[in-house]
Structures are given as structure tokens and as C-alpha cells.
């Protein structure tokens, strides 16, 4: 033990500098967790109990799970421990293997829960994704059956993404799954307020949001990148970007370096990012489409104009409708 | 013969990993280590415009984003015969460290910790901190509640698991801090990469946000922030666990596996890239007192095939490789291939980084006793994190002297349509290790893509002499008194931080051939 207290020493680290850390730190903060759970809205504080979720991972690259993990107003810790039941998420969960296994299966046997899956289902061949020696698309059959409603988090789950474009020809949930309620949170990866937002809507009002025709919440994918895009002007004026380099351009409508900001439906550029720090545009880099059904095949190539999206963008500023 | 274990799925980490051992008189005899998803990215780029390959292969893995973003950009970089300016690789250099801060402080505390503490002992706590108390009460109504997911359950904890309740508070307490750093940090990365994960701002040529004073100093202040955390929190967490409550842990050495260490070098502190904040070399059989580093040849590169699902042929440079899926392989137990350097096995990450460094902290935890292993592991990555976040520092220093300059730029206009053939391979060293991505162009179009990810190297499968992958080879011999509790099994593996969505994403290029599937 003498020896462990010489080395801790050698490394400057007492266990009191350790300890002590912990109270400047929350003065950085100000608030506690606990603080902030005080606060948080009246109808999950009177909930009896917190509604358990399952988090499945398909063909997935987990983006969503870090997207939801960089949510800090409200601070993720917050939602995970206070707002929900985390009953299983790969990513996350503290078990793993058979006692992983037991917790999603005596969930599923409860019920009452709310799925949320992340990634496509392989529709080529089960054997491109098997979780426990199991092919995910019986997994998310299985899991669908006793949740009150499916939320597909990411362009994967919501339409197959970049893996429907592949040999294993991912497909999303809803190709999959009929008979329940299934909420569509598409953009590459989800954005962490429309998947919380969107939580925190069904728990206050215990109600789906109305959805558009392809299951996104109207709230967060009723207006085009294009209508809300500070470049709009440039697009008018025919402004287009072709050199990074210039300070005078760099402002210019991305369009021609592959913008499918008229073709694509979400808030990206009223809610932005990042808490709020950028978006795609913002850094130079044009609208992939990532909230559409026809991302990522109708938008490649991406950093072109010749793209399918492209070429419809194109006809409607020609016929005047943009 | 011994009990078999299977360990499927391995949680906290990126992707979806079974590992398989053999359990003999309390220790693991044999292991295997099986990737179990695959999607098929590289065969989908072929034929497409080779610009969208930097965008498409970021979305490998979205834990360790933009990686293959930036290693793709470089491959094309070459085959477009691009000069990326100054300015476009100090702003590359700056989002990937703001990833790097992110990364590794996820891995320790949201995807490690729990495994090194028993997370119970808060309830014992009689201190009177109110910080800590009220993390002590909300755990405690958690399990009163009996809904204390997902920090339970979990394996029980054994003589390696801190029970000291302040101290696993204290850690708790760290790990809710955690999550709000990392998200800084992944915020700070934006200021550029326009949003994360997946940055959007890394193209062939350089990047596309053209950056203005302002952000620099929003950075550095974000920076600042970091650094408080990553000195005052994370280093000294690493530290005191490491050589305290786990120094019996750190001096068994438990999951060294093969003492080979490969690195490819990376993060230029110059426009010539004559200094690198990690520089490349290649360890054989480590010992650290005579530690021998040879120089790196990417063309010792070999990726075997025997025990993947893939169509069996002999072992090639990854620029002739080719990814035809034979799912009903005879023998075959995993979707990632075997590479292996002169023919040998190869751990990458922050050990290799720090070995091939001969860092001073790593060297001296190492004359004390502390041997390579799960330990080291998470003191390497601890270690090039503050590397990192000081190489940040200069960076926007060189940044802001750049960007006043006259004729500043951040891309290669000249070099943005793709060529009519070209051929190129880029490297970088991501938060796991070494990647190299290898493109062949023809007529304009991808006409062949391929990456061997960090993961690859450690997570591979046997070759075809029956040489065990690093992760194999880590287990060989570690404790696991009790089969139902296989608690090291899950510490080896994750002290290597897996990333499978990374390792497995390739398909056959030539037929696209998927076999029947039949079910067991």
C-alpha cells in the first residue's frame, strides 16, 4: 500500500486532489442533476413509472446514439436516468451477452415499451446482421410486436439510407413492420432535439405528433432546407459558389457543388446543429438530402449538380416554381 | 476440453462483436473473436464519382466520425494529384483533434468505467459533499424505484472493482460531467465540420469552410474548457485508478496479447510534415527497455482471408484486394479479414501511438512495473489526449497567422474534377489506430475501394497459419474464475475501444454475390 501512495505521488495525483475536484466542478456547472430533474416538466415527474425503452442497432454506424448523446439542453444524463427507463442499448447499457439478452427479453414480455431502432434491416440476406446469433430483422419483428410505438431514428431506419444503396439493401422499419404506430426521424445522423423532442412530445401529450406522408413529425420536416436558407438570395441572383478560397463567394448558393436544399424537408437551418454552433451549409458544405426517402442514391453524386435530386431542382427553377 | 463462453453482443463498443472463449481451469484457453454485421460500402462506390467517397465512408462509424472522411480525402487527395494548402490541413487537423477529445474521453468514462467499478458501493457513501449526495440520491431512488437502467445490471464486481463509495461516486459524478464535455467538444468540432457526428467539411483538396477570426477564438475558448477536463478530470481519473486501486490490475498485464505495435504516423505540427504529433514506426516482440522501432512500409501490408467470410484466396495488398462474400465458408467465423504486417499480427491505438512515441509517462508507468495491457491501454489513450489538445493549441496559433496572409487558402480548386485514371492511398492515425484507405480510379469513376480500419487490425480472426488477432490473442489467459461472470473477458476488449461497423464494410466488387440464406 506504501508503494501505491510513493507512486500516486510520483504522478502528482493525490486521492484528495481527486475528490476535491468533484465541488469546483459543479460550481462550473451551477446546476446539479438533481436541480435539473426538479425542474423538468410536471407531467413525467407525476408519471408513476418511467416508460421503459428498448434501443435496437441494426446496420448502423451508431452516429444516432452519439447525435442523441450530444444533447445538452436538457443535458443527456438527464433523460437517461430521470425521463426514461434505458432498458436496453447496446451502446450504452452496463451488461452485456446472455444478461444483455435477459433484460431486452423480459422487457419485451412486460410490453408497454417504446422501440426506437437505429440502422436498416438487411432484405437481401439475414446473415448481413445477426445480434446474439440472431438475424436483426426477426429481432425487430419480435420487438415491434408489444411497443406502443416505433421510433426509426436516422435516414437507415427510417427509409435504409447509404445501406439500401449496398448489396445487403438495407430497408427501414416501416418496410418491415405494419400494425403500429411508426414515427419516421430521418437526417443522417437523427438530430438529437427531433428524436427527444419528439419523446418529450408523446409523454407530455400521450399522443403521436401528426406526421406527413412519410411518418416525419410535421413539426420538424414541413419546410424545405431551401425556403429557410440564408443563400436563398444568391440562388435568386444566380450567385453560385466555385472556389472556397474566395472571402467574396464563400457565401454564395452551394447549388452547383451538389445543394439539394429545394428538395430536402427539415429545420436544419432555423434550428441548426450542434447546439446551435452550424450546419452543413454553414461550413461550406452543400445539403446531402439526408432527411429524404431518396437519400442517399436520387443525391449522389453529392458534390455535383448532376445528381437526380439535381436535375429535378433544376427543372422546377426553370418552370418558375423555385 | 474446457466450457465454452459466448460473449454476443459485446455492449459498449461501436458495432456488433461475439466473442467466443474457452474457459479451462478458471482461465481463458482459446478465443475467437467474430464482426457480425456487414453492409457493403466499398463495393457500392464503385462506379460512382470518386468525390462522394469521402461522405459515404465517413458513415463507417459514426463513434469515430469523419475518420474515414479525412483517410478517404487523402486517398483522393493522391489520385487527384491535389496539393491540400496549409490552411486546409490545419483546419482538418483541428476538427479531427476536437474528434479525438470527444472520443476518448467517451470511451473511458461511458464505454469503460463501469467495468472497474461496483457501482453500488455509492449507497455506503457518509460523506457530506452535496454534489456527491445528491448523486448518492438519485441512484438510490433509481433502485428503490427498481428501475436502475442502464447502469444496472451488469456483471458482478470482483477484486478488481473500486468499492470505496466516495471514490465510485466520485467517478459517477465524472461520467455525467463526461457526457457534457464530450458534447463540447463534438460542439467545438462543428465550429468547422458544420455539425457532428459526420463532418461535412472535409472534401479532396482540402475543406470548405472558409474560417474567419472569430471562430478561431470561439474554439480556443471552447479549447480552454477542454483542457481543464481533460488535465484536472480525465488524466487524473486515468492515473489514479490506474496506479491506485487498479496498479495489481496494471502489473499482471492482463490482455497484452501479441507485443507488436504498428503505427502510420500522423498530425503534422508543419506545412512539410517534418514534425508529427504521432510518428510512424512499426515494434516487434516489445520490451520496454530496449524498445527497437523500425520505419513503415505500407507495402508489408497483407490481408488474409482464411477465417472470414469471404471467397477464399492467398493474401494481397489491400490494393489488390477483393471482397466476394461466400457466407457459407467452410470454417469461416467472422466478417472481418486478417491483415497482418510481414506477416505478423499487429495491435494499433494509443498503446502502439505511445510506444512507438516512447513516451515518457507510458515509459515510466512500465519501470514501475506496470506492464502492457488493459492499464496501459487506457493511460495511452489518457496520455495523447493532452498530446492532442496542446497540438490544438498550435494549430490555432499557426492558423491565425495563415489565414492574414495574402492568398490564404483552404482548397485545391485546380484539382477538384476527378481525373481520368489515378490511383491513391491515404493513412491516418484515428482515435483506434492506424486506417489506410486505397482508390483506384478508371473513366472518372471509383473502380476500386478499399479500407483496412483500425479494427480490422485489432479485431481480426486468424490467418491462414492459424495466427491468432490481437483481441484473440488478449485473452489468452485471462482469469475468468466464474464462466456466468465473464467480467475480464468484456475489460480486455474494450481497453482496445472495438469499432466493428468500422472493420466490416465491404463487399464483393466484381459479382456482388450474396449467397442463399439458410437458417441454423
Redesign the interface.
Known amino acids: 500500500m506504501e508503494r501505491l501512495e510513493r507512486d500516486l505521488e510520483f504522478y502528482g495525483v493525490s486521492r484528495r486532489d481527486f475528490l476535491k475536484y468533484c465541488a469546483s466542478f459543479a460550481v462550473l456547472f451551477g446546476l446539479s442533476e438533481l436541480e435539473f430533474t426538479r425542474r423538468l416538466a410536471h407531467a413525467v415527474e407525476k408519471a408513476e413509472r418511467k416508460p421503459p425503452v428498448i434501443w435496437l442497432e441494426g446496420q448502423d454506424c451508431a452516429g444516432c446514439t452519439v447525435s442523441f448523446a450530444g444533447l445538452l439542453y436538457p443535458p443527456v444524463g438527464a433523460i437517461i436516468l430521470d425521463k426514461l427507463s434505458l432498458r436496453y442499448h447496446e451502446t450504452l447499457m452496463a451488461s452485456a451477452g446472455e444478461l444483455a439478452e435477459s433484460v431486452y427479453h423480459e422487457t419485451v414480455k412486460e410490453g408497454g415499451y417504446v422501440l426506437v431502432v437505429e440502422g436498416s434491416i438487411p432484405s437481401s440476406d439475414d446473415r448481413f446482421c445477426l445480434v446474439g446469433g440472431r438475424p436483426f430483422r426477426e429481432i425487430v419483428l419480435e420487438a415491434s410486436k408489444n411497443a406502443t410505438c416505433i421510433l426509426a431514428v436516422g435516414a437507415c431506419a427510417s427509409f435504409g439510407g447509404i445501406p439500401k444503396a449496398t448489396v445487403s439493401k438495407g430497408m427501414g422499419v416501416k418496410d418491415l413492420v405494419s400494425g403500429k404506430p411508426i414515427i419516421n426521424l430521418p437526417t443522417c445522423p437523427v438530430h438529437p432535439d427531433h428524436l427527444v423532442g419528439t419523446i418529450l412530445y408523446i409523454l407530455t401529450t400521450g399522443k403521436l405528433p401528426e406526421l406527413d406522408d412519410f411518418n416525419r413529425p410535421k413539426m420538424y420536416y414541413s419546410q424545405s432546407i431551401h425556403d429557410n436558407c440564408r443563400r436563398r438570395g444568391h440562388f435568386e441572383a444566380g450567385n453560385f459558389l466555385q472556389d472556397w478560397n474566395d472571402p467574396a463567394q464563400k457565401d454564395y448558393c452551394l447549388f452547383e457543388k451538389g445543394c439539394k436544399g429545394p428538395m430536402t424537408y427539415a429545420d436544419c437551418p432555423i434550428r441548426r446543429w450542434n447546439s446551435g454552433t452550424n450546419f452543413c451549409i454553414d461550413c461550406g458544405a452543400p445539403c446531402v438530402g439526408c432527411a429524404e426517402p431518396g437519400f442517399y442514391d436520387e443525391m449522389s453524386p453529392i458534390y455535383t449538380a448532376e445528381s437526380e435530386a439535381s436535375r429535378k431542382i433544376l427543372a422546377l427553377k426553370k418552370s418558375g416554381l423555385i | 476440453m474446457g466450457r465454452k463462453i ?11 462483436l ?1 466473442i467466443e472463449v474457452e474457459i479451462e481451469n478458471g482461465k481463458v484457453k482459446e478465443a475467437w473473436s467474430s464482426g ?6 466499398e ?2 462506390l464503385i462506379g ?2 470518386p ?2 467517397a469521402s ?2 465512408t465517413s ?5 469515430c ?1 469523419s475518420v474515414h472522411q479525412l483517410c478517404s480525402a487523402r486517398a483522393l487527395d493522391m489520385a487527384f494529384g491535389a496539393q491540400v ?1 496549409w490552411g486546409g490541413n490545419l483546419i482538418r487537423n483541428l476538427v479531427m483533434g476536437a474528434q479525438y477529445i470527444y472520443d476518448h474521453v ?1 470511451h473511458f468514462y ?2 469503460s468505467a ?1 467495468d472497474y467499478i461496483d ?1 453500488m458501493a455509492v449507497t455506503e457513501y457518509k460523506g457530506r ?4 449526495l ?2 448518492k ?2 441512484i438510490v431512488k ?1 433502485v428503490k ?1 427498481g ?1 436502475p ?7 458482478k464486481p470482483d477484486e478488481f472493482c473500486v468499492r470505496d463509495p ?2 465510485v461516486l ?1 467517478a459517477v ?5 463526461a ?2 464535455m ?3 467538444a ?2 467545438m468540432g ?12 472535409i ?1 479532396v483538396g ?5 474560417p474567419d477570426i472569430n471562430q478561431v477564438m470561439q474554439f480556443k475558448t471552447m479549447l480552454d474548457e477542454q483542457k481543464r477536463f481533460v488535465d ?2 480525465y488524466v ?2 486515468v ?2 485508478f490506474g ?2 486501486p487498479l ?1 495489481k490490475l496494471a502489473k499482471t498485464g492482463l490482455g497484452a496479447g501479441h507485443r507488436n505495435y504498428l503505427v502510420y504516423g500522423d498530425f503534422p505540427l508543419d506545412p512539410n510534415w517534418k514534425e508529427l504529433v504521432f510518428p510512424s514506426g512499426v515494434v516487434y516482440d516489445f520490451d520496454h527497455t530496449e524498445p527497437k522501432v523500425r520505419p513503415f512500409d505500407h507495402n508489408k501490408i497483407t490481408e488474409s482471408v482464411k477465417y472470414a467470410w469471404y471467397r477464399e484466396r492467398e493474401p494481397v495488398h489491400p490494393f489488390d484486394g477483393e471482397q466476394v ?1 461466400d ?1 457459407d465458408k467452410k470454417g469461416a467465423y467472422s466478417f472481418v479479414k486478417a491483415p497482418r504486417y510481414e506477416g505478423r499480427a499487429m495491435e494499433v491505438g494509443p498503446l502502439a501511438r505511445m510506444i512507438v512515441k516512447k513516451h515518457p509517462v507510458l515509459f ?1 508507468f512500465f519501470r ?1 512495473g506496470g506492464k502492457v495491457g488493459v492499464v496501459a491501454r487506457h493511460l495511452a489513450r489518457a496520455i495523447e489526449t493532452q498530446l492532442m489538445v496542446e497540438a490544438c493549441y498550435r494549430w490555432l496559433d499557426q492558423l491565425l497567422v495563415e489565414m492574414t496572409k495574402p492568398g ?4 485545391d ?1 485546380d484539382h477538384w474534377e476527378p481525373p481520368a485514371e489515378g490511383m491513391g492511398y491515404g493513412f491516418h492515425e484515428a482515435p483506434r489506430g492506424a486506417l489506410g484507405h486505397w482508390v483506384k480510379i478508371r473513366d472518372k469513376k471509383i473502380a476500386n475501394y478499399q479500407a483496412v480500419v483500425p479494427s480490422t487490425w485489432n479485431a481480426s480472426p486468424r490467418d491462414e497459419k492459424g495466427q491468432r488477432g490481437q483481441y484473440e490473442e488478449s485473452l489468452i489467459g485471462v482469469p475468468c474464475p466464474d464462466p456466468e461472470n ?1 467480467i475480464n473477458i ?1 475489460r480486455v476488449v474494450r481497453s482496445f475501444d472495438p469499432c466493428l ?1 468500422c472493420a466490416i464494410h465491404v ?2 466488387p466484381v459479382t ?1 454475390e ?4 439458410v ?1 441454423e
Open positions: 459466448v460473449v454476443d453482443p459485446v455492449t459498449r463498443i461501436e458495432g456488433h461475439r457480425t454485421m456487414a453492409r457493403g460500402f463495393a457500392m460512382r464519382d468525390r462522394d461522405y459515404v458513415r463507417f462509424c459514426g463513434v466520425y494548402p467517451l461511458q464505454l463501469l457501482i459533499d452535496p454534489d456527491l445528491a448523486i440520491e438519485k433509481l424505484a428501475d437502467h442502464p447502469l444496472l445490471p451488469r456483471y466516495e471514490v466520485t459524478k465524472h461520467y455525467l460531467d457526457l457534457k464530450h458534447a463540447k463534438r460542439n462543428a465550429i468547422w465540420g458544420g455539425r457532428t457526428p459526420h463532418y461535412q467539411n472534401v482540402g475543406v470548405t469552410s472558409y484536472d478530470v487524473k481519473d492515473i489514479y496506479t491506485g496498479w462474400f457466407l515510466d514501475r490564404f487558402k483552404i482548397h480548386t465473464p468484456v461497423a463487399i464483393d456482388n450474396v449467397r442463399k440464406f437458417v
